[in-house]
């Protein structure tokens, strides 16, 4: 099983990114975004239910930013728009078996690599 993350960069405040976590090896019930800033614990950005496409996101980052999947790819999108200096952290993506939502990082059972996304300001 292998969770491949890619799509962080350098940006501008207010600029927009697209976080792409591909899935190899099996299905799962529920994919999900972490982020991890310096000094800080890691936290739950967004989640999507694979088979129903219900998305839960933290409350800083609603309306801002977006979780879809391609059920084709076997992916999951985090679209970020008018990012902000807050959101610079290490993106992980997530995945755990059960199709229950859980906010906690420990309820995850397969991680990808982190990819960095620095917003400037």
């Known amino acids: 099983v292998q969770l491949q993350a890619s799509g962080g960069g350098l940006v501008q405040a207010g600029d927009s990114l697209r976080l792409s976590c591909s899935a190899s090896?099996?299905?799962?019930?529920?994919m999900a975004w972490f982020r991890q800033a310096p000094g800080k614990w890691r936290e739950f950005v967004a989640a999507?239910?694979?088979?129903?496409?219900?998305?839960y996101y933290e409350d800083s980052v609603k309306g801002r930013f977006s979780i879809s999947r391609d059920n084709v790819k076997n992916t999951v999108y985090l679209q970020m728009n008018n990012l902000i200096t807050d959101d610079t952290a290490v993106y992980y993506c997530a995945a755990r078996p059960s199709p229950v939502i859980h906010y906690q990082y420990q309820q995850y059972n397969y991680w990808g690599q982190g990819t960095q996304v620095t917003v400037s300001s």
């Open positions: 999507i239910r694979w088979s129903d496409l219900s998305t």
């Open positions: 090896g099996r299905t799962f019930g529920v």
